[in-house]
């Protein structure tokens, strides 16, 4: 019995002796495990500290070196619309609702479920705010880039001032050019005085139709065709408004400085009338959001309609978009208008400079010389940098500066003309921000209109229609103002600008603002260039006058070499 105890335990450890190297192996495993776990967490927790001590540095940065910035309500600073079924963010006025009235409720939103089921659309809504820059150039490191723009005009000022008195034997600082693109700007003034002559008299047009249109309220089917009528005659007076500006243009032969103040004064104030007018019919026709227009209403039996001295303020304010009232400043800071006038004054000249310098010495010889492919390549690559400051400082002049020295004039509080386009990774947020002044108007009284009643809650639809409406006008005033038919603004805008906008609503925020950029630099080099070769084709290239219709349609760039 004993031998055979001995045997069993005897099989027993020769059984159990090879299981030892599995626990050591498994001891090492967790050993390995326990240590790439630690180290792993360190690493972690030292990242997440350093995130932690980032933030507090940027936070601090930003309470230190951009106070403008670090406020509680940025989001009602830098956001301009809310949905009329949610009270506004911000005040812009005594009584606490946006602009001293309550949000309009939408006339769609009263009518059938299906367009009550549409996307509610938010309202636009003034607020007293500085521009962008304005706040921006308050920090010291800004600053210095604004003074690198500053060395960049004394460079070009250099340049022409060399090239004046070693080749041309004089000095004439673009004075010349300046000039040349200002002739005949006395006409322009006079048509423009004619024209707020028209703007004035549509306000008192619209007040006489609102006060028939209410005593016609007993008779609907002469009320009906009170405002069919008046509702063609407005449409026509405004085509006939637009028609007699462009003329003028052809005309007066004005030469692409006069003319292009003409054209956008025309286009601005059509915008003015028509936002006034789609606006207030609003609330003639379809009730009235404030309890002031419905008292007065009461008082004098008559609608509501808006004072002169509302629309005439309304005619010069900064804005595109009618209110009653908007948020003012408590006084002119007449040293900052100032700066920003010598700054539209800085950049006329700067423009000038490069017109002289860069786009005369590249294509004032086109249609005289030899012309292929490596000739075009090198013009337009050296168009590149002078492109890129005309766009900038375009930029600058009217929305930054032109802008804010009326609205300090004029006391106007809601400074925000433009976003922070430069870090837009899409195209679709460059067009939002770029030009909030343009594009409030196209939201408010094109596309919304077209979101509602036209194609019925289509999104992409509306888009398509504004962008085509805004491309046809640009190629308008840039066509008539050069006394020219090429669409390459239409092209660009119209065609590959909306492409952009859906092939890069899905790019990296990196590569996407990278590749805007980019993609910017080479389409104003684009556009400016060919804009160049076809402005002095016609006026250098000997061309027989077109046989048919289609020969109109081919450019010069094209028919001068061919």
């Known amino acids: 019995m004993e031998a055979e105890r001995q045997e069993k335990r005897g099989e027993h450890q020769e059984h159990a002796q090879p299981r030892l190297p599995d626990l050591n192996f498994v001891r090492d495993k967790l050993q390995k495990f326990q240590s790439n776990m630690l180290t792993d967490f360190e690493q972690r927790l030292s990242c997440m500290v350093e995130d932690v001590l980032q933030d507090l540095r940027q936070r601090e940065l930003r309470a230190h ?50 367009k009550q089921r549409q996307r509610q659309l938010p309202e636009k809504v003034f607020v007293a705010r500085e521009s962008y820059l304005t706040a921006l150039l308050q920090v010291e490191h800004m600053r210095t880039i604004y003074h690198i723009f500053y060395i960049i005009l004394v460079m070009f000022l250099l340049n022409v001032i060399c090239h004046d008195y070693f080749v041309e034997g004089r ?144 005619l010069f304010a900064p804005t595109l978009i009618y209110r009653d009232s908007y948020p003012r400043t408590s006084h002119i800071r007449w040293k900052f208008a100032l700066n920003r006038f010598l700054e539209v004054v800085a950049i006329a000249f700067l423009y000038a400079f490069i017109h002289e310098r860069h786009i005369h010495e590249h294509f004032a010889q086109y249609g005289l010389e030899p012309m292929g492919p490596s000739q075009l390549i090198l013009k337009l690559f050296g168009m590149m940098l002078p492109s890129a400051v005309i766009f900038l400082c375009g930029f600058y002049l009217i929305l930054h500066s032109w802008l804010n020295f009326t609205a300090e004039l004029l006391r106007f509080g809601d400074r925000m003309f433009y976003k922070d386009w430069w870090t837009s990774h899409t195209y679709d947020a460059y067009y939002r921000n770029w030009n909030v002044v343009v594009h409030d108007w196209l939201y408010e009284y094109v596309y919304k209109d077209m979101y509602t009643h036209v194609f019925r809650g289509s999104k992409v639809a509306a888009s398509l229609a504004v962008f085509m409406i805004s491309a046809a006008v640009h190629e308008q005033v840039l066509g008539f103002a050069l006394q020219m038919f090429f669409p390459v603004m239409f092209f660009f805008f119209g065609v590959v600008g909306v492409a952009l906008v859906f092939l890069m609503r899905s ?56």
Not at 74 to 89: E, G
């Open 65 to 114: 070196e951009f106070p403008n910035f670090e406020r509680s309500d940025r989001k009602s600073t830098w956001h301009n619309r809310v949905t009329s079924q949610a009270p506004a963010d911000v005040s812009d006025s005594p009584n606490g609702h946006a602009n001293g009235t309550s949000p309009r409720p939408p006339l769609q939103a009263q009518k059938s479920g299906q």
């Open 171 to 314: 000095i004439d600082l673009g004075l010349n050019t300046i000039r040349g693109g200002l002739r005949r700007l006395h006409w322009v003034m006079g048509v423009w005085m004619l024209e707020h002559v028209f703007v004035l008299a549509l306000y008192f047009a619209f007040r006489g139709w609102a006060l028939v249109r209410h005593k016609l309220k007993p008779h609907s089917a002469l009320q009906r065709f009170w405002s069919h009528s008046c509702l063609i005659m407005y449409i026509s007076s405004q085509l006939v408004f637009c028609f007699v500006s462009t003329s003028l243009c052809l005309k007066f032969n004005l030469p692409f400085v006069s003319a292009c103040v003409l054209l956008l004064e025309s286009t601005r104030l059509l915008m003015k009338m028509h936002a006034f007018v789609r606006y207030n019919a609003e609330r003639v026709l379809g009730g009235k959001a404030k309890k002031e227009d419905a008292e007065e209403k009461e008082a004098t039996g008559r609608p509501f309609v808006p004072t002169l001295s509302s629309y005439t303020y309304f």
């Open 507 to 562: 790019a990296p925020k990196v590569m996407g603002n990278i590749f805007l950029w980019f993609s910017l630099i080479l389409g104003n080099a684009s556009l400016i260039s060919l804009y160049a070769m076809e402005h002095y084709a016609l006026k250098n290239c000997n061309l027989s006058p077109p046989e048919s219709w289609t020969d109109r349609l081919l450019p010069a760039v094209w028919r001068c070499y061919n």
